[in-house]
Structure formats: C-alpha cells, structure tokens
C-alpha cells in the first residue's frame, strides 16, 4: 500500500524549534516529488512547498521562503518540515501530500494523489 | 504567482442535485495543470480530478472537471450524502508554487 505517515502532534512555546516528519512507503520514494501544505485552523489549503527526496531539490512559496525549512533523508524514505523559531500564527495543521504524474500520452499532468494523516502543530505560550 | 479564486464560497443543494463549482484563474493556465480536491472535516484531502477532467483512481463518474484559460468547473452530476465536504482546486503550473483557491463548501440545504 502507498501511505505516507506523519509524525504526531506537538506542542511547543514561541521561539522553540520543531522538525516534523512524513515517512513514505510502498514505492519509489526518491521518484516523487512530496509536498507540504498547512491549513491553519477553520482555514483553507495553503501551499508551502517541496521537495525532490531524489536530489533534495527544494522549492518554497514566496509565503513561506525563509520561515520553515524542507529536508529529505532518502535513506529512511523520509520529508522534514522545520521551524527554528515557532510564533503563535505556526499553529495549524500540516499535511505533506506526493505529487503523483499522470501521463497523458503527451505530457504528464499532476495532483497531490497521496496524503499523510497530518500533523496538528500547537504554539502557544 | 497565479491566484486561483473559486467560487461560490458556500453552496447549499439537496441530495440528488447537480452541484457547479468554479475556480477561475487570475491568468490563463495550462489545462493541464488544474486539479481538484475533496476535503470532509478531521480528514485529509482527496484527490479528485488532475488535468481539468481525467479523475483520479477510484473516483465516482458522478465527478467531472472541465474548462480551459482561466476558467474551470468542477461537476457533481448528482448529490449523494458523502458529497457534503469542502472542494478546493489547485494549479500545477511549469515550476512551484502550486497555489489553492480558498475552497467552496458543499452543505447539505
């Protein structure tokens, strides 16, 4: 079965760091691209970034470059998202998600296709 | 950065209805970079459909995606109860970010 499971849930103090983890299986897991989306409470979907666990290739919304930081260790198939400094607004829901390729018999079109359970992250003094 | 707005905010319908969602974008995209997303309350999202109409693996024909430029829809043909949910759309353009819209819920009338 393809899963991707995530760390469980934290609570932390402004100012401390955190490093939460998603653990893929049941594929290629250095072939996927796997993102991080956060959804702050009674909010939507926002996109934060993602990461290549093939090259550690990394790209970040504008939103959040400089604010978290996204890793891979491929050899425990495995994605981090860090903070170094946590702020009250970090508190929210964190799913990482796969970006899955379709191929279209042109090109390959894409969608987040699997989804970790997500990780509930609360700061708060 | 392309903004994805959908539209409506709410929709309120009865089992066995039709239900339109749009997304439209702020600039013409690729139709093969638009994807859509269930999401019911404590739950992870669902992928629905990617490249404005192919459905994902499993997914009911009773949903549907299509549109191009800037202007996309996403079709629930008829209403069954496990519907009722949050649906948002995405965008995968040439390189990140993958923008969502804000999302329409779906509510039982």
């Known amino acids: 079965e393809v899963q991707l499971v995530q760390s469980g849930a934290e609570v932390k103090k402004p100012g401390e760091s955190l490093k939460i983890s998603c653990k893929g299986s049941?594929?290629?897991?250095?072939?996927?691209?796997i993102g991080w989306v956060r959804q702050m409470p009674g909010r939507g979907l926002e996109w934060m970034g993602i990461?290549?666990?093939?090259?550690?290739?990394?790209r970040y919304s504008p939103s959040f470059q400089g604010q978290v930081t996204i890793s891979a260790d491929k050899s425990i198939s495995t994605v981090y998202l860090q903070w170094s400094s946590l702020k009250a607004s970090d508190t929210a829901m964190y799913y990482c998600?796969?970006?899955?390729?379709?191929?279209?018999?042109?090109?390959?079109?894409?969608?987040?296709?699997?989804w970790g359970q997500g990780t509930t992250v609360t700061v708060y003094s | 950065e392309i903004v994805l707005t959908q539209s409506p905010g709410t929709l309120s319908l009865s089992p066995g209805e039709r239900a339109t969602l749009s997304c439209r974008a702020s600039?013409?995209?690729?139709?093969?970079?638009l994807s859509w997303y269930q999401q019911k309350p404590g739950q992870a999202p669902r992928l629905l459909i990617y490249?404005?109409?192919s459905r994902a693996p499993g997914i009911p024909d009773r949903f549907s995606g299509s549109g191009s430029g800037t202007d996309f829809t996403l079709t629930i043909s008829r209403l069954e109860p496990e519907d009722f949910a949050v649906y948002y759309c995405?965008?995968?353009?040439?390189?990140?970010?993958?923008?969502f819209g804000q999302g329409t819920k779906l509510e039982i009338k």
């Open positions: 990461i290549y666990p093939g090259d550690s290739d990394t």
């Open positions: 490249g404005t109409s």
């Open positions: 600039q013409s995209v690729s139709s093969s970079s």
């Open positions: 049941g594929y290629s897991f250095t072939s996927f691209w």
């Open positions: 998600a796969r970006r899955g390729d379709f191929w279209s018999g042109s090109g390959y079109y894409h969608g987040m296709d699997v």
């Open positions: 995405q965008h995968f353009g040439n390189s990140p970010p993958y923008t």
